[in-house]
């Protein structure tokens, strides 16, 4: 059953797509953690008739009374002010919606306490669960008591989309639509096992989008039966279009979303991220085990520059600094010396309040839409589906 609301209305001849009943536009704003899409962002989005996305993660530092009963308070503690935090978030952002867009959640599956993220945010209304930083296998069990919820993994390749969608056919279950994110061109933890692996032809959509259709296909499905979200480098209004004339249903942008003048931050770490240059965006591995991709702010300069000594100092299992074990797999907790060894959530909360010095500040590789200059969720929209430019103060 599809939702009959009437979109707000766009000039453009881009069809609308449903996710599980509700007639959506084509454009996804990504997940971004530690508080960077939270209500306001995501709010704003679907209020456009699109797809918004709040980060469960650490979403406690947008409400002060949380953050104080739960300072370097025990790991049940921190827990639940970030549960009662997502609640809060999600019910003022469907609040902000007014029954336009979806809501959805994106929730990793690096984080120890995942499974308790997907049930409260199913709990307090989210419209969808996307879920990456690890493959989904268990999503469909967990959110089974909500079936009117979406479940959309987050993959990069065509071996995992097939392997995700087996394993969920043989529960019943298929995904409600698949974000293909590119390793080579998105922000924050990516889905490579290494540095080196980011540019591998293999997640080029040219090759994903085919090959994954016709996958659906060989399995007796309707090829359009999954909508499938390329997500990653995606910065023009052509560019859409090219995705979906080759078989995608939307589109995602996350970095693009977070410079918005709605967007959850502040509006100094809005600035580095649209301020950044080609040459000042590094890869690295994160402490969740994954490659990440983020602005080389002084403090991920030092922490490149000290990195051979951390590692080599990396050999035994230490206390979380922040005493809620946040990550299943942490390099700097778990002593592991391939893999970050810094405090994750420290560096992004500090990134999130545009502390410069000591803040990390993930963000894609591609040149934003709009340049260096923070604009509306609508004009960007409007822009995504149209092609219409705003006027531009800078060149």
Known sequence: MTLSVALPPFATDLAPFTLKGRRLWPIVQGGMGVGISAHRLAGSVAAQGAMGTIASVDLRRHHADLMETSRNAAKPVVDAANLEALDREIRTAKAMANGQGAIAVNVMRAVSDYPASVRRACESGADAIVMGAGLPLDLPELAAPWPEVALVPILSDARGIALVVRKWMRKGRLPDAIVVEHPRYAGGHLGAARVDDLADARFDFERVIPEALAFFRAEGLDERAIPLIPAGGINTHERVRELIAMGASAVQLGTAFAVTQEGDADPAFKNVLAGARPEDIVEFMSVAGLPARAVRTPWLERYLAFL????????????????????????????????????????????????????????????????????????????????????????
């Open 308 to 395: 051979p000594k951390l590692a080599g100092a990396a050999h035994k299992k230490r206390r979380c600094a922040l005493k809620f074990d946040c990550l299943i797999q942490c390099g700097l907790r778990d002593g592991i010396a391939k893999i970050g060894q810094f405090c994750i959530d420290t560096q992004l909360a500090a990134a999130l309040k545009g502390d410069v010095a000591k803040g990390l500040f993930f963000r894609g590789a591609a040149a934003l839409p709009f340049g260096s200059e923070i604009r509306s969720v609508r004009e960007l929209i409007d822009y995504l589906l149209t092609g219409a430019r705003p006027a531009l103060v800078a060149a």
